[in-house]
């Protein structure tokens, strides 16, 4: 298994959550870490928390800003693509408007700017590591969108890892994670992860640290590439 020691790790999305464990866990491991996402707000309550890391703003969706933060960074070990960088609408396919459907990809979008700026920075024993979503392969009613977005990620990791090797690419899927992304179910939000943490196997929704421990390992395996990594406390199992 590689030492992240001295390497350079880049999170796109990493201000909370998944994204911000990963940024801890890599900062741990002895990387140099660059960690950005959108909101001044959580870069700045970032930084001051965490003043080894570096963050900053940037949109997903910003490609030359991608491209400028690769560039300065230069040589890199390992980038993540974490961000949700989409509003997804959680309503049956036949109830949705296109735009609402199409709305949802703008995530996958975000994932290939990361991927088309991001791999000539890399080094060839280097990395790319998407976060998807457990709905790709097991789809609840109302998840059609974020399905065939989670699809559309596993199989651009796919199609990379052929492409692009030795660089090693991987996509992270993570089932009911406690994070802000849950944060407008406001009052209820405890009682809601409670429940759902009930119908999963492991009895409870999962936490970032756990997802970041794999994502960790998708940096750090050497000989692991094209994988889907699931950590859904058993979520998929029928
Ligand atoms: N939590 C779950 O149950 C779950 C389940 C399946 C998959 N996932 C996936 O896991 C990943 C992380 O989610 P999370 O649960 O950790 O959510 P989170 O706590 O809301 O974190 C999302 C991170 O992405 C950043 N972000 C969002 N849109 C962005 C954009 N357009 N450009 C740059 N950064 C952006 C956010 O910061 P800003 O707002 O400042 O931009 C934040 O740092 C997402 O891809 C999500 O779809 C989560």
């Not at 990809?105 to 290939?112: C, M, N, P, S, V």
């Not at 399905?147 to 090693?168: F, K």
């Amino acid at each position: 298994m590689g030492s992240l020691a001295g390497q350079k790790v880049v999170v796109i999305g990493g201000t909370s959550g998944i994204g911000l464990a990963t940024a801890t866990a890599a900062l741990g491991e002895g990387a140099s870490v660059w960690a950005v996402s959108r909101s001044e707000d959580k870069v700045a309550q970032c930084q001051s928390e965490y003043p080894d890391i570096q963050f900053g703003r940037l949109d997903i969706h910003d490609t030359s800003g991608l491209d400028k933060l690769f560039a300065s960074v230069g040589n890199i070990d390992h980038i993540v693509a974490n961000a949700t960088g989409a509003n997804r609408t959680n309503a049956p396919f036949m109830e949705q408007t296109d735009e609402q459907f199409r709305a949802a990809f703008e995530k996958f979008w975000g994932y290939t700017n990361v991927a088309r700026q991001g791999i000539p920075h890399l080094r060839p024993t280097g990395s790319l590591t998407f976060v998807s979503g457990f709905p790709a392969r097991k789809c609840n009613v109302g998840m059609s969108s974020i399905s065939c977005t989670g699809c559309a990620v596993e199989g651009l990791t796919r199609a990379l890892a052929l492409e692009v090797a030795p660089i090693r690419v991987n996509v992270v899927a993570p089932g009911i994670i406690d994070t802000a992304a849950f944060a407008a179910l406001g009052e209820n939000r405890d009682q809601v992860l409670d429940q759902i943490g009930q119908s999963i196997p492991l009895g409870r929704v999962g936490q970032s640290e756990e997802v970041a421990s794999s994502i960790m390992h998708a940096m750090q395996n050497t000989y692991m590439s094209g994988a889907t990594l699931d950590v859904g406390g058993g979520n998929l199992l029928p």
